[in-house]
């Protein structure tokens, strides 16, 4: 069988910022951890990076290595360590670690119909990836993907929830399911307890060519008096570089648990605000309380804090027409 690695033409990796221009596998450059050293854990672990390709192969292997394996006290292996396989928009199982914890290195073997078809591995939220390697029959034909619908990049830019705590597959993540859906690329800017609305990452967010931004950090925020040094800056400093991009803000999902929610929801809104009333036409606003509807709300969550698969297809169902209502302006 012949081999192709994450960086051989014409597999394309998406999701990974200036992969092809830096040959690394991280979100944030080193000079920007610099500045902002919350972000140094986090950086090399990539949530919503996909590696997309089109065969006739009647079977194609996955491997996966990673530097380490980690336990995440909220998430199991099949969540945090797992590959989700798309074939042909649909999903057809996992790249999972061989024995569990023990080795860090994962893989898993995929039957197609032998023609052409387009394939997705969603790669491994939780850990830093050193390698992919694809396996296929040696007369088979290799091909890039046809190209995403919306080519230029939705960026989101949050918390855990924003990269995908906690989920039970990496494909349930709520931006990886609104990507399906909208056949349209993005970036997960997500960082756990850390990103909390530092200039210096809303700067390098603007080096990129985005088609929408999501701005999703409140859950990072320690309280409200912090958003409200933080949240209307971070939003200017992106609208300035880019007067005209469609900017849609959130509000975290877990109001019951949060004695503070309405106050955090109402400065978060006044950006919202301030900027209708200066006459911008591109900002959106969701409130997060409108994710779960009424009843049963208490299904959703894992922890009252992060959504589980119900959350997150509830969180994807209610963005997913303003998202739609933007690209297709």
């Known amino acids: 069988m012949k081999k192709y690695s994450w960086k051989d033409k014409p597999l394309k990796l998406y999701g990974v910022p200036r992969f092809y221009e830096t040959n690394r596998f991280e979100r944030l450059p080193e000079e920007v951890c610099e ?85 997705t591995i969603f790669l491994p939220r939780n850990e830093v990836i050193t390698n992919v390697v694809v396996e296929f029959e040696d007369d088979a034909i290799v091909e890039e993907h046809k190209p995403y619908k919306y080519e230029k990049p939705i960026i989101y830019y949050g918390s855990s929830i924003t990269e995908g705590g906690c989920c039970t597959r990496v494909m349930n993540a709520y931006n990886t399911r609104l990507s399906i859906w909208l056949d349209t690329d993005f970036y997960n800017f997500g960082f756990s307890s850390a990103a909390k609305g530092e200039l210096e990452v809303a700067d390098y967010i603007n080096t990129f060519d985005m088609s929408v931004f999501v701005m999703d950090y409140d859950h990072n925020a320690p309280d409200a008096a912090h958003l409200e040094k933080t949240h209307e800056p971070f939003f200017k400093r992106i609208r300035e570089a880019n007067p005209t991009l469609p900017i849609l803000i959130l509000t975290k999902p877990d109001a019951e648990y949060e004695w503070e929610y309405d106050r955090r929801r109402d400065v978060i809104y006044q950006t919202y605000l301030n900027a209708k009333n ?48 933007i690209l297709e302006k």
Do not use: W
Request: negative net charge.
């Open 35 to 119: 500045k902002v050293p919350s972000l140094e854990k986090l950086r090399r672990r990539c949530p919503g990076a996909r590696l997309r390709f089109r065969t006739n192969s009647p079977v194609f292997n996955v491997y996966i290595d990673f530097e380490s394996i980690t336990v995440d006290v909220g998430m199991a292996v099949y969540a945090a360590q797992s590959a989700n396989v798309m074939i042909d928009g649909k999903y057809v199982g996992l790249v999972k670690p061989v024995k569990g914890y023990e080795i860090p290195h994962a893989e898993g073997s995929f039957k197609t119909t032998g023609e052409m078809q387009d394939i």
């Open 278 to 325: 200066s006459g911008d036409e591109n900002v959106y606003f969701i409130d997060g309380q409108t994710y779960f509807g009424t009843e049963d709300r208490d299904m959703c969550s894992v922890d009252t804090c992060h959504p589980n698969d119900l959350g997150f297809y509830f969180m994807a169902k209610t963005i997913y027409p303003v998202l739609k209502e």
